[in-house]
């Protein structure tokens, strides 16, 4: 194998800048979810975002890995079992957490629903994975044309003395005599 210097330099930044990983797909999102709710794993995050955040359940629910409005009932069991057996302590946020609080957090998990919903028609993404690799390429052609944009105000800026070949300028300095 060719050592790093005496590689072509676009094959350089493709062996350093992107290495071989695999392509993480939407199933292989599901799958791991399948995997991980009701795991031991998930069960040990979910006790350790409720030691973190002192029972506050509105952070929890933001810190655990895959975490839905409808996974609420199940962390509370979680919780209220780790509790029965002493492995972590009552907090008051959570013991004595407000049905009004809860139901806040419920009525904002919908409208963050609809929100993103919304978001998604107006950029114009569809539910396909298509779609989201071709926002993907759109945007990363805009920022291409926004870095040759600015590239060519630089050159525009910075390079005026092309034609003069770089010449010295014979004017005296200011300030030296």
Known sequence: MKSRRHLPRPQLGKRVLAPDFKKI???DIK?????YKGSEEERADVIQAYLDFEGDMDTIMESVVLAGIDDEPRFRDIIKKAIKKKE??????????????RDQRKKRAHDE???AEAMRKDIGLGSGE???????????????????????????????????GGQKSTAPKKGKK
Not at 88 to 101: G, N, T
Not at 133 to 161: G, P, T
């Open 113 to 115: 629903a609809l929100e």
């Open 130 to 164: 298509d779609d989201l690799k071709a926002l993907i390429q759109k945007r990363q052609q805009d920022r291409e044309k926004e870095v040759d944009s600015f590239m060519a105000q630089l050159e525009a800026k910075y390079c005026k003395n092309t034609k003069k």
């Open 31 to 35: 799958e791991y979810e399948t995997k």
């Open 88 to 101: 972590v302590p009552a907090y008051d946020a959570f013991v004595k957490e407000a049905k009004k609080k």
């Open 25 to 27: 797909t939407v199933e």
